[in-house]
């Protein structure tokens, strides 16, 4: 079958072409910096064998923060994220070894970081983390977390307290890493917060 000339040097054209693309590296993935959320306590009291056992549980996360991409916000109401900057973990996983951390620093609980049900303990903290983004409606940016709490009486299942926990820390730059500083300090400041709402309740 005769195949015109012209025709031919297309057909040609565009196998070289694929076969050139196939030849071509993958681009290669944009990097992306990754942030942990930290906290120290200030103090750490020495306890007893005999001090109450207490379940700290994952935080739930709203589905807007369930997520290790870190949030901001531009406008009321738009939430958007980085899109080179990630957390190392989602924040409410990042935060539930803190929380262990800080009750224990009390010197009034055995604090253990598990699964409902994987221990036997006296109380149990449940928290629901409801906000956690960079807001730059405000002037600085401030980092906006806000989480409800409730300590429970794992004996009689009942609700000893429950306590909803608004901070707001400003940042220091109007970038990603600003943020993040801005993230650990009110962090913190939660972790604190938490530790003398606990021990109030449990009295």
């Not at 994952?58 to 807007?64: F, L, N, S, V």
């Not at 940016?141 to 926990?165: C, E, G, P």
Request: charged share 20%; aromatic share 8%.
């Amino acid at each position: 079958m005769y195949v015109p000339a012209r025709k031919l040097i297309a057909v040609l054209g565009a196998v070289w072409l694929l076969a050139a693309c196939s030849l071509l590296p993958d681009p290669k993935p944009a990097a992306q910096d990754r942030y942990l959320l930290e906290y120290t306590p200030a103090m750490a009291v020495a306890g007893s064998e005999d001090m109450p056992v207490l379940m700290i549980t994952t935080p739930r996360a709203h589905g807007a923060y369930d997520t290790a991409r870190i949030a901001y916000m531009q406008q009321q109401f738009g939430l958007r994220y980085y899109v080179r900057s990630r957390w190392a973990d989602t924040p409410a996983r990042m935060l539930a070894p803190l929380l262990a951390e800080a009750m224990n620093a009390t010197g009034q609980f055995q604090a253990l970081y598990a699964s409902p049900g994987a221990l036997s303990a006296q109380l149990r903290l449940d928290t629901e983390l409801l906000r956690f983004h960079q807001d730059f409606t405000a002037q600085p940016s401030m980092i906006h977390v806000t989480l409800r709490a409730q300590l429970v009486d794992l004996k009689d299942q009942h609700v000893i307290a429950s306590r909803l926990f608004d901070i707001r820390e400003a940042a220091t730059s109007e970038d990603t890493y600003g943020g993040v500083q801005a993230a650990n300090r009110a962090t913190a400041q939660l972790m604190e917060q938490l530790s003398r709402f606990c021990l109030e309740s449990s009295r």
